[in-house]
DNA sequence: AGGGTGACCCGCT
DNA sequence: CAGCGGGCCACCC
């Protein structure tokens, strides 16, 4: 399957800008992000702007899935865990312990 | 215009 | 408590 660049859509926009808020330690699920994009329903197509995109300007590290559990990352799972412990946040089988 | 994909979510079994 | 199924959305061919 390939991958497309969605960074160009309105969508992916407001989608980094809100993630791009997370400040460092802190982490927010792909329900919150399209909450926070006023379009709740929409956490599915939240999750794919960020796999096409993977920018470095954005922490897409930091968003998890809505029950807490680390999610997918573009750079392998393993990395995402890394990323997240290196900024304080304590993981526990795969599942986000603490906020 | 229709079908297929994906870093998801929720409820029921 | 774990697993399955159905339902959302945006995007590409």
Redesign the pocket.
């Known amino acids: ?6 960074s ?5 926009e407001k989608v980094y800008r809100e993630v791009r808020r997370i400040k460092k330690g802190q982490i927010a ?4 992000i ?1 909450l926070a994009i006023g ?1 709740p ?14 920018s470095k300007t954005v922490p ?2 930091r ?5 807490l ?1 680390v ?5 392998g799972t393993k990395e ?1 865990i890394k990323r997240l412990s290196s900024e304080g946040i304590r993981i526990k089988n795969g599942k986000i312990v603490s906020r």
Do not use: I, P, Q, W
Request: with cysteine; proline share 0%.
């Open positions: 399957m390939r991958r497309y660049n969605l160009n859509t309105d969508f992916a699920t792909y329900k919150e399209a379009k329903m929409s956490f599915r197509a939240v999750g794919n702007a960020l796999n096409k995109n993977a897409c590290h968003v998890v899935k809505s029950d559990s999610g997918g990352f573009n750079r995402k």
